[in-house]
């Protein structure tokens, strides 16, 4: 009963801030960022579904022994169509090559595309002549191509001639750099000859070099940097690779943001990292430090001011498979999971999102590499809600490169868990609307109920936990509901807190709905 007193006290004691307003927004809970106290319950990190192979490529369809490569993948929903670009490799006229630039040699990206994100088709558009097959689906052969990185520019005011945009490294060859980048006060060694070129498309297809110099020069540039449009915000981010600041030769990622996507912020901001544990520690502990290569950050569709990054995880000089005749291996990897609410500072779970699992082909280096984005697909069981899809590569470095599906429930990254009667309580809260509903999961003798109270945490009349009946089953927007016939929207714009009893049940998000 003393340790519970604590909780609750030290709760209570942290909470002298504003309340938070989170209007009517979806909250998943990625973190403890709502999160008041907790007594006999935990955060608990879920694990996605491996489903069929999106495809399997082979030496004679790619051309390459690399098998298709199926690294620097973006996925991402447009309209009813679902998008997809990847790295190739094809023997092809180059239609750009930035002046004094080497490298990319033989590299293409290629396009695919699907009506349902599960059944996907690389359609033949034939948009350059190459020396292996007649027919392709390349969309991209120039600069740029070793990490071509899209996404669709929903910035209201954008050109429609750049839609579509994309950055891709670009490695100038000796005494070739225009422009190298100078020292600044971080002391950072920045290297010269390389950056990151913009490009842009009106269609997804046909694409051109935005601007023929670097818009970003400092970083290191070798993985799958990205960009993406923050609504939230209203400015453009990237994420790039680069080494740790203290001089450590530790993989990390750095931010940088544009209001034009073509002039970024300088110097790179690197990213910060607290460890996710499941358990309420305030100040949340530094995480350890870890190789990250690939980050795969990108906004959360359904709660677009949250980042989720899918990290590839790097374990240098560790080698688990000794028969791949086609490369020697000296690194391992899976895949992590890390949130933010900044895009600055993540907080990072230390236990593995994606293990590479039994198959022999994810045991070495450059694979249980997961592709850029999330999207929505129907649910492989009948009438069960949609459900999240992303892609992961496997076999890569092999004569055969596969591309996997995995799917996760909406919002099911984390939750919070209790196996047997578990409380959590929020800190002080604003919201819009006039019904709660949340994204639960329970057994047949678990449940779910829900008490409002004020600031200070005394029950709201006809909010009491004695006024909700328990909660059971398995739904993605369960509506609450009490006894009392009270109104919720009398409550609108009132500083609360909720109180959530659980038994054998996940809590994975909530939303105040109009």
Not at 281 to 287: E, L, M, S, Y
Not at 302 to 307: E, G, I, N, S, T
């Given at each position: 009963m003393g340790i519970q007193l604590v909780w609750w006290v030290l709760g209570g004691a942290l909470c002298g801030a504003d309340p938070i307003d989170i209007g009517s927004r979806l909250e998943p809970f990625v973190d403890d960022f709502l999160i008041d106290s907790m007594q006999h319950a935990e955060l608990r990190l879920h694990h996605p579904t491996p489903r069929a192979l999106v495809w399997q490529t082979t030496n004679q369809q790619s051309g390459k022994v690399w098998g298709g490569a199926h690294r620097s993948v973006c996925v991402f929903q447009d309209g009813d169509l679902y998008r997809m670009y990847y790295r190739d490799y094809a023997r092809v006229a180059r239609p750009w090559i930035a002046e004094g630039a080497f490298g990319d040699q033989n590299i293409v990206t290629c396009y695919a595309e699907s009506r349902d994100g599960i059944h996907w088709t690389r359609p033949e558009l034939n948009l350059y002549q190459t020396e292996d097959l007649k027919r392709n689906n390349i969309v991209w052969a120039g600069t740029g191509c070793a990490n071509f990185a899209v996404f669709k520019d929903t910035n209201p005011d954008a050109d429609p001639a750049a839609r579509y945009k994309a950055i891709g490294r670009v490695m100038f060859q000796e005494g070739q750099d225009p422009a190298p980048p100078q020292p600044d006060a971080t002391g950072y060694p920045w290297l010269p000859r390389i950056g990151l070129l913009a490009f842009r498309s009106p269609d997804g297809l046909h694409w051109s070099v935005l601007r023929k110099a670097r818009i970003i020069k400092k970083g290191e540039f070798d993985?799958?940097?990205v960009a993406l449009w923050d609504s939230v915000r209203g400015r453009y981010v990237s994420f790039i690779r680069i080494w740790m600041p203290d001089g450590r030769r530790i993989r990390s990622v750095a931010a940088l943001t544009s209001k034009d996507f073509l002039s970024w912020s300088d110097p790179p901001q690197w990213l910060t990292y607290s460890r996710s544990t499941g358990r309420l520690?305030?100040?949340?502990?530094?995480?350890a430090p870890m190789h990250l290569y690939d980050n795969n950050i990108a906004v959360y569709p359904?709660?677009?001011?949250?980042?989720i990054g899918l990290p590839m995880r790097l374990v240098p000089g560790r080698v688990r498979v000794e028969d791949n005749p086609l490369r020697e291996e000296t690194a391992l990897n899976?895949?992590?999971?890390?949130?933010?609410?900044?895009?600055?500072?993540?907080?990072?779970?230390?236990e593995a999102f994606i293990r590479p699992g039994s198959q022999a082909g994810r045991w070495w280096n450059e694979n249980c590499c997961p592709a850029w984005g999330f999207v929505t697909t129907r649910s492989h069981i009948e009438g069960a809600p949609r459900e999240l899809s992303f892609y992961c590569n496997e076999s890569y470095g092999t004569d055969q490169g596969n591309l996997r599906r995995y799917t996760l429930r909406l919002d099911g990254f984390v939750s919070v868990h209790a196996a047997d009667r578990g409380e959590m309580r929020t800190r002080p809260i604003r919201f819009t609307g006039q019904r709660l509903v949340l994204n639960l999961a329970t057994s047949a003798v678990g449940s779910v109920r829900v008490e409002i109270q004020d600031a200070s945490g005394r029950p709201i009349p006809g909010f009491r936990l004695s006024d909700c009946p328990e909660m059971f089953g398995d739904a993605i927007d369960d509506e609450v509901r009490w006894k009392s016939g009270a109104a919720l929207a009398d409550l609108t714009g009132q500083a609360i807190r909720l109180r959530f009893v659980l038994d054998d049940a996940d809590l994975y998000a909530i939303q105040f709905q109009q």
């Open positions: 993985s799958h940097n520690i305030r100040p949340a502990p530094a995480a359904r709660a677009p001011h949250l980042f899976d895949t992590g999971l890390m949130t933010s609410r900044d895009g600055r500072h993540f907080r990072r779970w230390r």
